[in-house]
């Protein structure tokens, strides 16, 4: 053998040698992420002999002993005196319908406010009282996921009532890229209250020091926020919640899937709730392709969209999702239906945030033409999104 081929099988494999350790070692750094919620030693201190209420869910638990504990129990053990708790969409417990309104009820004699039920937003009565107001849910990193929209309403109320509001931070398990149409503010709703992309690429935490800093809170009001760390964490890892973090979305495919499906969601299509595999799949009756499913009421969906009726359409379980949205499907959607006219339900703007998506749609543009359009917001916000990273 050459000597100098003798180098080059060495060189390749020490880079291979390199290559695999290195994915080894991210693996297992991956798997050693420790939310803010577990860093108690953090913030426990600064909640003694305080007044303290908590926004949570069933997604707010703190890992001990290969077991899950719930963030109240966890404070409730230390000492820590709760007064109340309020709750996002789908309530405490994590188990009601998407858009489904909640009461009021109780956790172990804690009284629990429903933000998705009367009110969307905290009355500054219920916080009177209060010193601290703790924000722990697990987030999708998807602008249109509502749990972004109860954090901002938070914020607002403890600016207005000169309390301090501490976010126990969270991995993004879709923080990895950064995607979509900006809002146009003309479709500002609950569904979406920022100028960001559908896909922004950061941690609830660094998301919260976004929207005071940029002004975004009623009369340019600056919420008193603290942000807990998450430890070993940056935006490249991959990060798999072991707790699905709402009803519809049972799994990482799910969650990998939902910025892209969820454009469906405001058509007539169905994305399988009502089935097992919600958001990993989408069909109508007027299909062609060979996969078929019927759409049932189930555990997170009482009356999913076609209920009943057999929908053909496409399996993306094992779909490989890459580092962006996908256009395709809607496209493939809006060719195939009969009834063009009343594809887009009403609200769909508001959830694509784009004032031009649906006319792109109907009017036939190429997918790259509708993604070139939105460049020039997607590079201003990735500018305005630096100033508050925190990994």
Known sequence: MKKGKFKLNILIKNTLLFTLV???????????IIPGSERTNLYIDKLLD??????????????????????IDTLIKRGIKIEKIFSPEHGFLGDKD???????????SIEVISLYGKNRRINDNDIKNIDILIFDIQDVGVRFYTYLSTLHYAMESVSRTNKKLIILDRPNPNSFYIDGPILDLKNKSFIGLHPVPIVYGMTIGEYGKMINGEGW??????????VIKIKNYNHK??????????????????????PSL??????????GRGTKTQFQIYGHPDFNEKFSFIPKPNFGSQNPKLNGIKSNGEDLRNYKTGNRIELKWLINSYNQIKDKENFFRSDFNKLSGSSKLQDQIKNGIQESIIRDS????????KKIRKKYLLY
Do not use: C, M
């Open 217 to 226: 809170l009623e009369n340019n009001l600056k919420a008193n926020l603290e």
């Open 262 to 271: 969820a454009f469906l969601e405001k058509t007539e299509v169905s994305v």
């Open 237 to 258: 890892l991959k990060y798999e919640p072991n707790i699905r973090p709402s009803p519809n979305l049972p799994n990482i495919q799910s969650i990998y899937l939902y």
């Open 50 to 71: 305080k007044k303290v209420a908590v926004i949570a869910n069933n997604t707010s638990v703190i890992r001990s002993n290969n077991s899950d504990i719930h963030l």
């Open 374 to 381: 939105w460049l020039e917001g997607l590079e201003k916000f």
């Open 98 to 108: 998407d858009g489904e309104k909640i009461d009021n009820g109780f956790y172990k």
């Open 22 to 32: 290195y994915l080894s070692l991210t693996s297992a750094y991956s798997q050693n």
